[in-house]
């Protein structure tokens, strides 16, 4: 497993930008392919996008895709969620995982087995 610590959580009035990051510890990124899942108060898990090993290919579900970007910097050990034109449905704790499985894509938080502890972000209308 690998120590995961997001980061760039806040409040931001709808139809504007944040940019979250994971950084991870003692051990490289580029052994595994990321994702971003949040939780919103009272709802289930969701899944936001997932990125390959190299960054090549990346996913994304469906209330994010056009809105929100994921990328990584292997050199920086780093994966980033940069998200625009924020809605107030967008509200909720976002988590970085992190796997070794080849389902990545398929968006279930099941198959990574390492999270951070999340990051708050707040949409406001």
């Known amino acids: 497993q690998v120590q995961l610590v997001e980061s760039g959580g806040g409040l931001v009035q709808a139809g504007g930008s944040l940019r979250l990051s994971c950084a991870a510890s003692?051990?490289?990124?580029?052994?595994?392919?990321m994702g971003w899942f949040r939780q919103a108060p009272g709802k289930e898990r969701e899944f936001v996008a997932a990125i390959s090993w190299s960054g090549s290919s990346t996913y994304y579900g469906g209330s994010v895709k056009g809105r929100f970007t994921i990328s990584r910097d292997n050199a920086k050990n780093t994966v980033y969620l940069q998200m625009n034109s924020l809605k107030s449905e967008d509200t909720a704790v976002y988590y970085c995982?992190?796997?070794?499985?080849?389902?990545?894509?398929?968006?279930?938080?099941?198959?990574?087995?390492?999270w951070g502890q999340g990051t708050q972000v707040t949409g406001s209308s």
């Open positions: 995982a992190a796997t070794t499985s080849g389902r990545y894509y398929y968006g279930r938080g099941a198959d990574f087995g390492s």
């Open positions: 003692e051990r490289t990124i580029s052994s595994y392919a």
